[in-house]
C-alpha cells in the first residue's frame, strides 16, 4: 500500500502545481495567456548561504523547466522601467541586484521595483570588478554601503533582501565568510545569456535558451541596465511559455514568513552530483566590463572581441524561428536604433515600424546552431571541482 500512497501523492502534488501555474497567468491581468509566476519560494540564507552552480555546488531548489530571472547592476530608468513594464505585462516576478549608487541617483525607481512586487538584493556600492581582490575595509564598506543606500532608496532597510551579488562574479573567501557572517545569502547563477558583452539581442536569446535547456532549469544572469537586455526580454519571456518553462520567485525568510520546506538533496541540481567541493572564480575570459579593452588572450576570446566590433555586428536584430509556419521573426534591436547604420537598399531590409516576417532562406537571417565561444564559464568543460 506504501508505493500507490506515494505515487498518488506525488500525482496531486504535480496536479497542484500545474493548477497553480494556470491560476497565476490567468489571473494576469489584460493578459490570459501570461507566463505568470507559478510560484515562491522562501529561503533562510543562514542554511544556505551561497547557490549557483557558475560557482557553487548548491542553487535553488527548483524543479525541472522552472526558471528565477535575476538583473544585476540597475537602477537605470531608461531600460529598467521598460523591462518592469515587460515582466508586469507578462505577471512574472524577478530579483534585482542594485548597484548602491545607482540607488542613490535613481531612487524612485528603486521604490518602482519594489512597488512591483519584485525582490531587491544589493551588487556592491560602486560595482568594482576585482571585487575578491579588494583590502578588508575596502570589501566591507561596498557590501555595507549598498545596503544602506539601497535601504535609504526605500524608506525602509526591512526591504532589502539578504542576498547579494559579488560584481563579476569575483568570489574571495573573504567576501562569501563576511556574507555569511551578516546572514547574507551570496548569489552566483546557473547560467548567463552574455548581455554585457558587445553582441546582438537574437545572441542574447540564443544563450539564454539554449543554456537553459541544456540544464533544464535555474538561474538565469541578466543585466537590466543593457537595450539588448530589452530588446530581448520579450522574446525570452514568449520562448519560456512556448517550451513550458515556469518562473519562480524568491525571497528572503521572515518570522511572518517560514521558510519553504526542502530537503537538502533539492540544493544540489542533477548536473553536480558526484562533484568534489572545491570553490572556484570565474573562468578565463569572464570578467564583465573588460570588452572594451581586452588584454592580448586566448586566440579564441580575442577573435570574438575582433568579430563584436564587425560593422555587421553593430546593426543587431531578434529572430526567433516560428515553428507553426517554418518563419523567422525580425524585430529590430532596441540598442540598434540608436546607431546611424547604412541606408536600407531594398524593401525587404526597410527599418519598417514592428516586425515582419522573412522567409529562412532569404539570407536576411542565419539561425545561430550553437554558442560563441564568449569566454564565459559556461562555455568552459565541466570539472569536478566546484563548491
Avoid at 286 to 292: K, P
Avoid at 340 to 364: E, F, I, Y
Wanted: with cysteine; glycine share 8%.
Amino acid at each position: 500500500m506504501r508505493r500507490p500512497s506515494l505515487l498518488l501523492l506525488g500525482c496531486l502534488l504535480a496536479s497542484a502545481g500545474l493548477r497553480s501555474a494556470q491560476a497565476s497567468a490567468a489571473d494576469c491581468p489584460g493578459n490570459p495567456d501570461a507566463l505568470g509566476t507559478s510560484r515562491t519560494i522562501v529561503v533562510d540564507p543562514t542554511e544556505h548561504p551561497r547557490i549557483g552552480t557558475m560557482q557553487y555546488n548548491e542553487t535553488l531548489p527548483l524543479n525541472d523547466h522552472e526558471v528565477v530571472l535575476t538583473f544585476d547592476d540597475g537602477p537605470l530608468p531608461a531600460h529598467t522601467n521598460p523591462i518592469l513594464d515587460i515582466l508586469a505585462a507578462q505577471c512574472v516576478k524577478a530579483t534585482f541586484f542594485m548597484v548602491g549608487r545607482m540607488a542613490q541617483v535613481y531612487p524612485q525607481d528603486v521604490r518602482r521595483v519594489y512597488d512591483a512586487g519584485h525582490s531587491i538584493g544589493t551588487h556592491s556600492q560602486n560595482h568594482p570588478f576585482r571585487f575578491g581582490d579588494l583590502p578588508p575595509e575596502r570589501m566591507t564598506a561596498e557590501i555595507e554601503d549598498a545596503i544602506t543606500n539601497v535601504g535609504n532608496a526605500l524608506g525602509d532597510p526591512t526591504k532589502v533582501s539578504p542576498f547579494f551579488r559579488i560584481p563579476g562574479l569575483r568570489r574571495a573567501n573573504a567576501v562569501e565568510t563576511y556574507l555569511g557572517s551578516r546572514g547574507i545569502m551570496t548569489w552566483s547563477a546557473d547560467f548567463p545569456a552574455d548581455d554585457w558583452r558587445h553582441i546582438t539581442s537574437a545572441q542574447v536569446v540564443h544563450y539564454a535558451l539554449s543554456r537553459l535547456e541544456a540544464k533544464g532549469k535555474g538561474i538565469l544572469l541578466l543585466h537590466d541596465i543593457q537595450a539588448r537586455t530589452q530588446a530581448a526580454l520579450p522574446v525570452i519571456l514568449r520562448e519560456l511559455k512556448a517550451r513550458g518553462y515556469r518562473i519562480v520567485h524568491v525571497v528572503a525568510a521572515t518570522p511572518a514568513q517560514p521558510k519553504t520546506v526542502t530537503d537538502p538533496a533539492q540544493w544540489i541540481p542533477h548536473w553536480m552530483h558526484g562533484a568534489v567541493a572545491r570553490a572556484k572564480g570565474p573562468a578565463p575570459g569572464f570578467t564583465f566590463g573588460a570588452v572594451e579593452n581586452p588584454a592580448r588572450g586566448p586566440r579564441s576570446v580575442r577573435s570574438v572581441w575582433l568579430a563584436q566590433r564587425a560593422p555587421r555586428a553593430r546593426a543587431s536584430t531578434i529572430a526567433v524561428l516560428m515553428p507553426a509556419k517554418g518563419r523567422f521573426q525580425i524585430n529590430r534591436d532596441i540598442g540598434a536604433m540608436r546607431r546611424p547604420g547604412p541606408t536600407p537598399k531594398t524593401a525587404a531590409h526597410r527599418p519598417l515600424p514592428g516586425s515582419w516576417p522573412v522567409t529562412a532562406g532569404d539570407m536576411t537571417f542565419r539561425p545561430l546552431t550553437g554558442p560563441v565561444k564568449t569566454g564565459s564559464r559556461t562555455d568552459q568543460p565541466a570539472t569536478p571541482s566546484v563548491r
